[in-house]
C-alpha cells in the first residue's frame, strides 16, 4: 500500500490529462458545418466544455434545428473526433509525471469522462497513458453525465474506492461539481478562461491552470490532506 493509505484518484480526461478540446472544438465544427451551420466558433465550443459529447450534440441539434436523429449526429462526430484524436493528441507533461508518480507509488487510479469508450481507449492508448490508467468510466456507460456524480461514484466502484476515499482532477466547473456531489475532493486546474468562482468546492483551486499544476505539489498536497 502507498504512503497515501487507501486513497485513490480519478482524473477528467479532456482538458485534465490531455488537450483534447481543439480536437472536439474540429469535429464538431466539421460536423456543424456539413449540416449548414457555418458560424460554430472557440467561443461557442468553450461554453460546452464539461459537458459529455452525447449531451452537447444534443443541445447544438436543438439549437440549431438539424434534422438527422441525436445517435447518428453522435457517431459522426465521434468518427470525426478520433480521426483527429490519433494524428496527435498532446498530454500535459505534468499531469504525466503525476500519473507515473501515483503509479509508482501503488495508488489506484481511474479515468472518468464525457468522451466514448472508444475516444477514451484512442486517447489512453496513443499517449501511453493506458500504460497506468487501466481503469476508465465513459459518461456513455452511466444515465448521467457530469455534473451529475454518476462517472465518478461508478469509477470509484470499479477501483474498489468508498467516494470519501477519492480525490478528482477536473478542469471544468460541471467537473467540479459532480466530484463535490460525489462525496470527493478535487483537484481543479481550469481552463485559462474559466471562471474561478465556479470552482469553489474544490478542495484545490490552482488559479493559473495547466501551468501552475505540478506533480510533486499535487502529489504533496494529497499527503497532507
Given at each position: 500500500?502507498?504512503?497515501?493509505?487507501?486513497?485513490?484518484?480519478?482524473f477528467?480526461?479532456?482538458?485534465?490529462?490531455?488537450?483534447?478540446?481543439?480536437?472536439?472544438?474540429?469535429a464538431?465544427?466539421?460536423?456543424l458545418?456539413?449540416?449548414?451551420?457555418?458560424?460554430?466558433t472557440?467561443?461557442?465550443?468553450?461554453?460546452?466544455?464539461?459537458?459529455?459529447?452525447l449531451?452537447?450534440?444534443?443541445?447544438?441539434?436543438?439549437?440549431?434545428?438539424?434534422?438527422?436523429?441525436?445517435a447518428?449526429?453522435?457517431?459522426?462526430?465521434n468518427?470525426?473526433?478520433?480521426?483527429?484524436?490519433?494524428?496527435g493528441?498532446?498530454?500535459?507533461?505534468?499531469?504525466?509525471?503525476?500519473?507515473?508518480?501515483?503509479a509508482?507509488?501503488?495508488?489506484?487510479?481511474?479515468?472518468?469522462?464525457?468522451?466514448?469508450?472508444?475516444?477514451?481507449?484512442?486517447?489512453?492508448?496513443?499517449?501511453g497513458?493506458?500504460?497506468?490508467?487501466?481503469?476508465?468510466?465513459?459518461?456513455?456507460?452511466?444515465?448521467?453525465?457530469?455534473?451529475?456524480?454518476?462517472?465518478?461514484?461508478?469509477?470509484?466502484?470499479r477501483?474498489?474506492?468508498?467516494?470519501?476515499?477519492?480525490v478528482?482532477?477536473?478542469?471544468?466547473?460541471?467537473?467540479?461539481?459532480?466530484?463535490?456531489?460525489?462525496?470527493?475532493?478535487c483537484i481543479?486546474?481550469?481552463?485559462?478562461?474559466?471562471?474561478?468562482d465556479?470552482?469553489?468546492?474544490?478542495?484545490?483551486?490552482?488559479?493559473?491552470?495547466?501551468?501552475?499544476?505540478?506533480?510533486?505539489?499535487?502529489?504533496d498536497?494529497?499527503?497532507?490532506?
Amino acid at each position: 500500500m502507498s504512503d497515501l493509505g487507501g486513497l485513490a484518484v480519478i482524473f477528467d480526461l479532456d482538458g485534465t490529462l490531455v488537450d483534447s478540446e481543439p480536437n472536439y472544438y474540429e469535429a464538431t465544427r466539421q460536423l456543424l458545418a456539413r449540416h449548414g451551420v457555418m458560424d460554430y466558433t472557440w467561443a461557442a465550443h468553450e461554453r460546452l466544455v464539461g459537458i459529455s459529447t452525447l449531451e452537447t450534440v444534443a443541445l447544438l441539434r436543438d439549437r440549431h434545428g438539424l434534422r438527422p436523429p441525436v445517435a447518428e449526429l453522435l457517431a459522426e462526430t465521434n468518427r470525426r473526433y478520433l480521426e483527429l484524436a490519433r494524428t496527435g493528441t498532446r498530454v500535459y507533461p505534468e499531469m504525466r509525471k503525476f500519473v507515473e508518480l501515483l503509479a509508482a507509488e501503488g495508488v489506484p487510479t481511474a479515468v472518468a469522462s464525457g468522451s466514448s469508450p472508444e475516444a477514451i481507449e484512442v486517447i489512453l492508448a496513443g499517449t501511453g497513458l493506458g500504460a497506468h490508467l487501466r481503469t476508465t468510466v465513459s459518461a456513455d456507460e452511466v444515465p448521467r453525465g457530469k455534473p451529475a456524480p454518476d462517472v465518478f461514484l461508478e469509477a470509484a466502484h470499479r477501483l474498489g474506492a468508498a467516494p470519501a476515499d477519492c480525490v478528482v482532477l477536473e478542469d471544468a466547473a460541471p467537473g467540479v461539481a459532480a466530484a463535490h456531489a460525489a462525496g470527493m475532493r478535487c483537484i481543479a486546474v481550469p481552463s485559462a478562461t474559466a471562471r474561478a468562482d465556479l470552482f469553489g468546492t474544490a478542495g484545490l483551486l490552482l488559479r493559473g491552470g495547466q501551468a501552475e499544476f505540478t506533480a510533486r505539489a499535487a502529489y504533496d498536497w494529497l499527503m497532507s490532506s
